[in-house]
């Protein structure tokens, strides 16, 4: 409220939007879980509305970042495009007919938590064998202290990409990917996230592992694989549109151009 205050927008802003690494529910108004995120699980963001006198919006910060994406690479005509976000978890976000896919309780696209057969470990999610325990940066840093204990985790590709270890995490991180491909048959898939840019990250062996996974011929001769780079302006941007977006399909689209 300073802030806007102070920066002379108070009174007109009409909508705003936040993105967490969250569950949220259909209305995007409630979180119901946030594993990587402590702090938020079932905070109720209706509040915020009372206390702004706007509408506040929440959604899965994988959400906004391929909303940005499809605008940043142009492919709001694409029917379908797949996000794959590999951070701390594995983010995944689903676009279909030019639409975020939320699935019937607004939770769809946790493609992180899809379950590993005879895995016994357990994910921050509560759950047990979720690909996330060995398809995200948690299990990097934990493959990084147990096999390279000497290297900082941001030169672990830089100093050891050739090590079996590690180019065995990059083809795993493939196999997901690949599986909701598989599924969904898209035009386009977005891959980034913070693993992904870790310097000498190789991108080759995680493409080329997509496609051996990928179902013979189709949908692997049409796949369309795109390396994103975010900066701290790309969930921003994605977060502004979606706020746009709800704002202008909350009041049935009756508002001009100006």
């Given at each position: 409220?300073?802030?806007l205050?102070?920066?002379?927008?108070?009174g007109?802003?009409?909508?705003?939007?936040?993105?967490?690494?969250?569950?949220?529910s259909?209305?995007?108004?409630?979180?119901?879980?946030?594993?990587n995120?402590?702090?938020?699980?079932?905070?109720?963001?209706?509040?915020?509305?009372?206390?702004?006198?706007?509408?506040?919006?929440v959604?899965?910060?994988?959400?906004?970042?391929l909303?940005?994406?499809?605008?940043?690479?142009?492919?709001?005509?694409?029917?379908?495009?797949?996000?794959?976000?590999?951070?701390?978890?594995?983010?995944?976000?689903?676009?279909?007919?030019?639409?975020?896919?939320?699935?019937?309780?607004?939770?769809?696209?946790?493609?992180?938590?899809?379950?590993?057969?005879?895995?016994?470990?357990?994910?921050?999610?509560?759950?047990?064998?979720?690909?996330?325990?060995?398809?995200s940066?948690?299990?990097?840093?934990?493959?990084?202290?147990?096999?390279?204990?000497?290297?900082?985790?941001?030169?672990?590709?830089?100093?050891?990409?050739n090590?079996?270890?590690?180019?065995?995490?990059?083809?795993?991180?493939?196999?997901?990917?690949?599986?909701?491909?598989?599924i969904?048959?898209?035009?386009?898939?977005?891959?980034?996230?913070?693993?992904?840019?870790?310097?000498?990250?190789?991108?080759?062996?995680?493409?080329?592992?997509?496609?051996?996974?990928?179902?013979?011929p189709?949908?692997?001769?049409?796949?369309?694989?795109?390396?994103?780079k975010?900066?701290?302006?790309s969930?921003?941007?994605?977060?502004?549109?979606?706020?746009?977006?709800?704002?202008?399909?909350?009041?049935?689209?009756?508002?001009?151009?100006?």
């Open positions: 409220k300073s802030y205050k102070n920066s002379g927008f108070e007109r802003i009409k909508a705003a939007a936040i993105g967490l690494p969250a569950i949220v259909k209305d995007k108004k409630r979180v119901y879980s946030s594993p995120l402590k702090g938020f699980d079932n905070a109720d963001f209706r509040s915020f509305e009372e206390y702004f006198g706007f509408p506040v919006y959604d899965r910060d994988v959400n906004f970042l909303h940005n994406d499809i605008a940043k690479h142009s492919l709001s005509g694409e029917t379908t495009v797949l996000g794959f976000y590999i951070g701390t978890g594995f983010g995944n976000a689903i676009s279909i007919g030019g639409k975020l896919y939320s699935g019937s309780n607004g939770v769809a696209g946790e493609l992180g938590h899809v379950p590993i057969i005879d895995s016994t470990d357990v994910c921050t999610c509560g759950n047990v064998g979720c690909i996330e325990t060995r398809c940066g948690k299990a990097l840093e934990a493959l990084t202290a147990k096999h390279f204990p000497d290297t900082d985790i941001k030169k672990v590709f830089k100093e050891h990409k090590s079996p270890v590690l180019q065995k995490f990059v083809r795993d991180l493939a196999i997901p990917i690949a599986t909701q491909i598989n969904l048959d898209p035009d386009c898939c977005i891959i980034g996230g913070g693993v992904v840019d870790m310097e000498d990250f190789p991108k080759e062996i995680l493409s080329d592992s997509v496609r051996f996974y990928t179902r013979k189709y949908p692997e001769k049409n796949l369309t694989l795109i390396f994103t975010h900066d701290q302006q969930g921003v941007f994605g977060s502004g549109d979606f706020a746009l977006n709800e704002y202008l399909r909350q009041i049935g689209n009756n508002i001009t151009n100006k």
